[in-house]
C-alpha cells in the first residue's frame, strides 16, 4: 500500500462513525485537522516509508472497513483532542466511548464549569455541587486552569471549599465568578488562596459585593490580577497595601469596581508592565487615582473613573489609552509621568487640559497620536495648538464619537457652525464612514485640492 494511500485513508478513517460526535463537539476544527496532521506526518509516529510499504493487506482493509483509529493515538494527541472541545461536561462524556477513554478526562489541564439554571431549581443546584466537587476530587494530573462560575447559587463554604481543592491541585491559573446566596453577604478571599504557591493569574468577578482583603502578604507567584464588578470601599490604604503585596505582578485589571466616593486609588507596582482601569457605570470609581509602576509598558484608562489623576515614574511606558469621561473641573498631572510614550490614545478635550496646564509637555518619543472627541466639540484651532508641541510625530488619527463628556462650552448647539479646516490641510481621514457625503466636504471650495481617505472599519488603531 502506498504512503500517499495509507494517509489518505487515514485522514478518512481517523473520524470514523464511532467518533463523529466528537468532530461535530470540537468547536475549532482546524485545529483539530492541524493536529491530526502533525500527528500523521511524522510528529509523533515517526514512521518511515518503509513501515507503510510494509503493511499488509489485512492492515489496509482493516483500515478501509472503518477500524477505530482514533483511539491508537498516544494519550497525549487524544487529550489535546478533548481539550478543544467546548465544557468539562462534554469532555467527561468521551469516557462511555471506550474503556481506553474511560480516564482520559483526568488529564485534562484545564476545568470549566458554569452553573447554568435557576438558582430555585433545587434538584440542579445539587446536582452541579456534586458534579464539582467529583471532578475535583478525581483529577489524576496538577490543574493549569479553572474557571469556575456559579453566581449566587452557593455559599462561600461551599465555593471556599472547592477553591482549596483546586489549591491542593497546584492550580496555576483561577477564574471565580460567583457571590454568596445572602445578598449582603462579603466575599474574603480564602486563606489557602493567598498562600497558593503555584498561582499565577487570579480573576474575580463578584458582582458588586465587598471584598474582604487579606491583612497577610502571599501571592508570590502572581503575575496577573484581574478584578471585576468588586466593591473596594472597605479602605483605601488596605488596598494600596493590597496592591504592593504582590513581588510579581506584571497584569492588572479592573473592571467597574469601585471605592469610596472620595478615595484615592494608589497603584505602586514595581514589575508591572500592563494596566487597565475600566468603568462602565455612570458614577465615578473614586476621587483620584495615582500611578507610580517604573516598568509600566501598556497603560488603558477608560469611563468615569476619577476626578484627578497622577502619574510618576513611567519612564518604561509605550502605549497608552486615556479616555476617561470628564466631569467638573478635572486635574491631571500627565507630565512628565507619560513623557517617554510611544504611541498615545487620549481625549482631545482631557489631553488639551494636561497640555496647558503642564510647563514641558514635550514627548520626545511620540510616534503615533490618536485624539478621540465629539463632533460637537472639535475645532481645527485646538488641533493645530496641540500639534505644535509634537511636531515629529508620524501618524495622526482624529476619531469623532456621537456623544461628547467634556465641558459645555465647548458643545455645539442646534443652528451652530464651527470651522473645522484650515487652508493648510492637504490630506483627511474619516474613519467608520458610512458611504454618505458627509456635509463639511460639500462646504469645501472646489479649487482646493485635498487627500480624502475614507475607511470603513470599525474602529482605528494606533
Known amino acids: 500500500m502506498s504512503v500517499l494511500k495509507y494517509k489518505r485513508c487515514l485522514v478518512h478513517k481517523l473520524v470514523s462513525k464511532p467518533w463523529m460526535w466528537l468532530s461535530f463537539k470540537i468547536l475549532n476544527l482546524h485545529h483539530l485537522r492541524k493536529l491530526l496532521k502533525i500527528w500523521m506526518f511524522g510528529g509523533f509516529l515517526k514512521l518511515e516509508d518503509a513501515n507503510f510499504t510494509a503493511m499488509n493487506k489485512s492492515e489496509a482493509s482493516k483500515c478501509e472497513d472503518g477500524v477505530d483509529l482514533i483511539s491508537n493515538m498516544p494519550d497525549s494527541i487524544l487529550v489535546l483532542i478533548l481539550s478543544l472541545l467546548s465544557s468539562t461536561e462534554e469532555v467527561i462524556r468521551s469516557s462511555i466511548l ?33 458534579f464539582v466537587f467529583w471532578v475535583l476530587a478525581n483529577r489524576s494530573v496538577d490543574l493549569d486552569c479553572l474557571h469556575l462560575g456559579c453566581f449566587d447559587h452557593y455559599t462561600l463554604s461551599t465555593v471556599r471549599r472547592w477553591i482549596h481543592m483546586a489549591v491542593t491541585r497546584n492550580v496555576k491559573q483561577l477564574q471565580l465568578m460567583f457571590y454568596p446566596e445572602d445578598e449582603d453577604g462579603d466575599v474574603e478571599i480564602p486563606h489557602c488562596l493567598v498562600t497558593c504557591g503555584s498561582l499565577e493569574i487570579l480573576g474575580l468577578n463578584v458582582s458588586y459585593r465587598s471584598l474582604r482583603l487579606p491583612n497577610i502578604t502571599g501571592f508570590q507567584a502572581l503575575r496577573h490580577l484581574r478584578l471585576t464588578y468588586v466593591d473596594l470601599s472597605i479602605d483605601s490604604d488596605l488596598v494600596k497595601g493590597f496592591l504592593e503585596s504582590f513581588p510579581l505582578l506584571e497584569g492588572l485589571i479592573f473592571i467597574s469596581c469601585f471605592l469610596n466616593e472620595r478615595d484615592l486609588l494608589y497603584i505602586s507596582c514595581p514589575k508591572l508592565k500592563i494596566l487597565r482601569i475600566e468603568n462602565e457605570n455612570d458614577e465615578l470609581m473614586c476621587d483620584s487615582i495615582k500611578i507610580c509602576c517604573p516598568k509600566l509598558v501598556d497603560l488603558e484608562l477608560r469611563g468615569l473613573l476619577a476626578n484627578n489623576f497622577f502619574f510618576e515614574c513611567l519612564d518604561s511606558l509605550n502605549k497608552a489609552e486615556i479616555e476617561p469621561k470628564l466631569i467638573g473641573n478635572i486635574k491631571s498631572v500627565l507630565f512628565p509621568g507619560i513623557s517617554h510614550v510611544e504611541h498615545l490614545w487620549i481625549d482631545l478635550y482631557f489631553f488639551s487640559q494636561c497640555v496647558y496646564a503642564a510647563r514641558d509637555p514635550a514627548l520626545p518619543n511620540l510616534k503615533t497620536l490618536a ?24 501618524s495622526l488619527q482624529l476619531i469623532l464619537k456621537e456623544k461628547f463628556y467634556g465641558p459645555e462650552e465647548w458643545e455645539l448647539h442646534e443652528g451652530e457652525a464651527r470651522r473645522l479646516m484650515t487652508p493648510d490641510v492637504k490630506r483627511v481621514e474619516l474613519f467608520e464612514y458610512n458611504g454618505e457625503k458627509p456635509k463639511l466636504v460639500s462646504d469645501w471650495q472646489e479649487d482646493i485640492y485635498m487627500e480624502m481617505v475614507f475607511s470603513w472599519g470599525t474602529k482605528a488603531k494606533i
Do not use: C, N
Not at 481506553?100 to 440542579?124: A, V
Not at 475645532?379 to 509634537?390: C, F, H, S
Open 371 to 394: 485624539l478621540t472627541t465629539g463632533v460637537d466639540a472639535f475645532t481645527m484651532d485646538e488641533l493645530i495648538r496641540i500639534l505644535k508641541y509634537y511636531p515629529k510625530v508620524e
Open 98 to 130: 471506550s474503556r481506553r477513554w474511560r480516564y482520559l478526562w483526568t488529564s485534562i489541564p484545564s476545568l470549566d464549569l458554569f452553573s447554568r439554571f435557576h438558582r430555585e431549581d433545587k434538584f440542579k443546584k445539587d446536582e452541579f455541587k456534586d
